[in-house]
């Protein structure tokens, strides 16, 4: 994301974006949610709505998109669908009561596997979010459906430990599956091969451990192809 526009908003929106990496930020002006630069690329692609440009005159346009805020839902739908998380920014003061930018933060981060809409649950469809970890020759997982409340947990032991638990990792399928950062290597030899021919494994924001927060967690979530 390099440009040598830097409007006040443009600003905002870098340093929003900065803080929520792996996401596609829905940034909110006015009545519309605009997704900007390579967002904006992604979103007019995958929601196949027109791709424009803020500042068109300049030399370095901004490319932009934008769905309406009253029908924002379904487009989160569909792209949480196909495997992206989206980051959705509010304005959180009154435009009447702004004397400059108005302030904005992102309130919420929508992903496959926390979907908690109606919109984005799928009928008789369980909706596995998944988490691994590991130390020394032990190996756990466990597993929350979102749209039932079903939550199981599994812990192998032995040299052969992480060979049991990736296989039962698969058969539930799930939506996306966090990990710490030392299991990166085991986890994409693990699981990208084995995904369905046009899907694969996308890369999202790293997560910090609540209780220890030097540590660093990845997810990954289940891609699905464009038609």
Known sequence: MTTTNTTPMVRQYRE?????????LFFRLGDFYELFFEDAV???RELQITLTARHKERDDPIPMCGVPHHSAANYIAKLVRKGYRVAICEQTEDPSKAKKLLRREVVRVVTPGTPIDPQL??????????AVCAQGETVGAAFLDISTGEFRATQADGSDAWQRIAADIESYAPRELLFPAALTTLVRAGFSSALPLGEGWGEGAKLSDKRRRTKKYFSFCRRRPSP
């Open 16 to 24: 929003l974006k900065s803080q929520h990496p792996g996401t596609l």
């Open 121 to 130: 649950l799928e009928p008789r469809a369980s909706v596995y979010l998944a």
């Open 42 to 44: 992604i979103g007019s």
